[in-house]
């Protein structure tokens, strides 16, 4: 069974405080995602990657970086938080070549004070 | 600018009734077309997917979507709907060509009411 797996699931941050979120799948698959859900957005595409040590931007990337250290493991981290990242993020994986089946966590819950 | 579209934010569907979810496209050319589905608190999970041929594809669960070129459109059925099917379902397209990245485009999603 695919698995991705997410960390935190809730997360509370202040204003200019630093946030990872942490993802880490199983699957092996080379492309890793990120986004946010907001209510009359739906899903939003901040920054994606190939493979270890890629990264690249997606839609939505101002405020935001992304690491990839190994291919189970994809981060995305706040430097300053503001209110306006309150969201929910999720982390997906997927095989890639527009086969467009991603495979999700489960969501982080990220409300910024 | 490529986007998806659902129109509908809600739809109430009394239990063994048929469902239609809508969806339209706006992109060059043909894309790649998805239904997601999100349960409460999950993530999401594809349901069927579209990339070429036969306009109507089937998905898990009973569904089934329609694509229409004419129409820019990829309209979800479902013939007798469950309980169990009440979630949100979001429509995503990928242009075809993107050189081994899935850069999907999600519509706003709609959430699917059941009633007993």
């Known amino acids: 069974e695919a698995a991705v797996t997410q960390s935190p699931r809730n997360k509370v941050a202040v204003t200019g405080g630093k946030v990872t979120l942490s993802c880490n799948q199983t699957?092996?698959?080379?492309?890793m995602y990120w986004y946010r859900q907001d209510t009359g957005h739906g899903l939003r595409l901040i920054h994606y990657?190939?493979?270890?040590?890629?990264?690249e931007k997606g839609d939505i990337p101002d405020g935001y970086k992304a690491s990839r250290p190994s291919q189970e493991n994809f981060s995305l981290i706040l430097e300053l938080a503001t209110p306006s990242q309150t969201s929910v993020y999720f982390c997906?994986?997927?095989?890639?070549?527009?086969?467009?089946?991603?495979?999700f966590g489960e969501g982080s819950k990220l409300t910024v004070l | 600018a490529q986007s998806v579209t659902q129109p509908d934010a809600r739809v109430t569907v009394s239990e063994g009734a048929s469902l239609q979810l809508r969806c339209k496209y706006s992109y060059s050319g043909t894309p790649y077309l998805f239904w997601y589905v999100q349960y409460q608190r999950q993530g999401l999970q594809l349901l069927l997917k579209?990339?070429?041929?036969?306009?109507v594809v089937q998905g898990v669960n009973g569904f089934e979507a329609e694509f229409s070129k004419s129409d820019s459109s990829f309209h979800l059925r479902k013939a007798s709907v469950h309980w169990s099917d009440s979630a949100v379902y979001f429509c995503a397209a990928s242009p075809a060509y993107t050189g081994g990245a899935d850069r999907l485009t999600f519509g706003k999603g709609t959430q699917l009411i059941i009633q007993p």
């Open positions: 699957n092996n698959h080379n492309n």
């Open positions: 990657s190939y493979g270890a040590g890629s990264t």
């Open positions: 579209y990339y070429s041929g036969d306009p």
């Open positions: 997906a994986s997927g095989l890639g070549a527009n086969t467009g089946q991603l495979y």
